[in-house]
């Protein structure tokens, strides 16, 4: 597994290595508008200043960030409904293994779906599946059922990665999507696990994985629920710009009859 996952890195370096990135600068494209209007870091402060920043990172916080301190223990738990730990493990591979082969036919998928539904409703979709399987996992009392719940994992990520990347694309001035993505999503995921892990593996220990699975559902569907009112619809939002745009507007033509 270590030689093919380095193997793989090394492919992928070798294709961005070939990729010929000009032809997607030329002058009439977002790319090259970015470079000619550079960021300043009152640019960073006014994001910091916008409502919808802050829906965006209470969804990735409360939902996402909550539900990968769920997923770091996830094998243990499924392990334990085995009578040999062994076995567990062993059928956890399997499964594992599987989800990602699923997962990744999904991923040819999602694009489709959340141009249909939304970047916001794709959000609030893989919200929901990320609740479900959260809870089912706490009152699952058969494999079968925690099996499922882990098969949920490959519908649910390509749905999130498209939605978040098509939500930021949207709402946000394109010159800070990287930004927004490293402090809004995985920052904010990280955070939220480095405070939360301690606590979860606590009540691991004194009240069970089952309790602990079923407050964490009640905590992600309440972020949800708010989500659901703070996050921005495409038929509802103002102009994605977060700063103002300083490229000159184009000159008027006048019409010839």
């Known amino acids: 597994m270590f030689y093919m996952s380095t193997a793989s890195g090394i492919i992928?370096?070798?294709?961005?290595?070939?990729?010929?990135?000009?032809?997607?600068?030329?002058?009439?494209?977002?790319?090259?508008?970015?470079?000619?209007?550079?960021?300043?870091?009152?640019?960073?402060?006014?994001?910091?200043?916008?409502?919808?920043?802050?829906?965006f990172g209470l969804f990735m916080t409360g939902v996402c960030g909550i539900y990968a301190v769920y997923d770091q223990q996830f094998p243990?738990?499924?392990?334990?409904?085995?009578?040999?730990?062994?076995d567990g493990i062993r059928a956890y591979g399997y499964l594992n293994s599987s989800q990602v082969f699923v997962e990744a036919l999904c991923m040819l998928f999602a694009p489709w779906l959340v141009s249909r539904i939304g970047a916001k409703n794709g959000?609030?979709?893989?919200?929901?599946?990320?609740?479900?399987?959260?809870?089912?996992?706490?009152?699952a009392v058969d494999v079968w059922v925690i099996a499922s719940c882990k098969m949920l994992h490959a519908l649910e990520v390509p749905i999130l990665l498209?939605?978040?990347?098509?939500?930021?694309?949207?709402?946000?001035?394109?010159?800070?999507?990287s930004t927004i993505y490293l402090v809004g999503f995985q920052a904010a995921q990280s955070l939220t696990a480095m405070f939360l892990a301690p606590v979860a593996g606590y009540g691991y220990d004194h009240i069970g994985f089952s309790s602990v699975y079923v407050l964490m559902a009640g905590?992600?569907?309440?972020?949800?629920?708010?989500?659901?009112?703070?996050?921005?619809?495409?038929?509802?939002?103002t102009p994605c710009s977060t700063v103002p745009d300083h490229a000159p507007s184009p000159p008027a033509t006048t019409a010839v009859v």
């Open 12 to 55: 992928f370096l070798l294709i961005l290595f070939r990729m010929d990135l000009g032809k997607y600068c030329d002058s009439t494209s977002r790319t090259a508008k970015a470079f000619a209007n550079p960021l300043r870091v009152k640019d960073f402060w006014v994001l910091m200043t916008l409502p919808r920043f802050w829906a």
């Open 76 to 86: 243990v738990y499924f392990s334990s409904f085995y009578p040999n730990p062994e």
């Open 123 to 139: 959000l609030i979709l893989t919200g929901t599946i990320m609740f479900v399987r959260i809870l089912g996992s706490g009152v």
């Open 162 to 177: 498209v939605s978040a990347f098509k939500y930021i694309a949207g709402n946000f001035d394109s010159r800070l999507s």
């Open 219 to 237: 905590v992600v569907g309440v972020c949800l629920l708010i989500s659901c009112l703070t996050l921005r619809s495409e038929s509802s939002r």
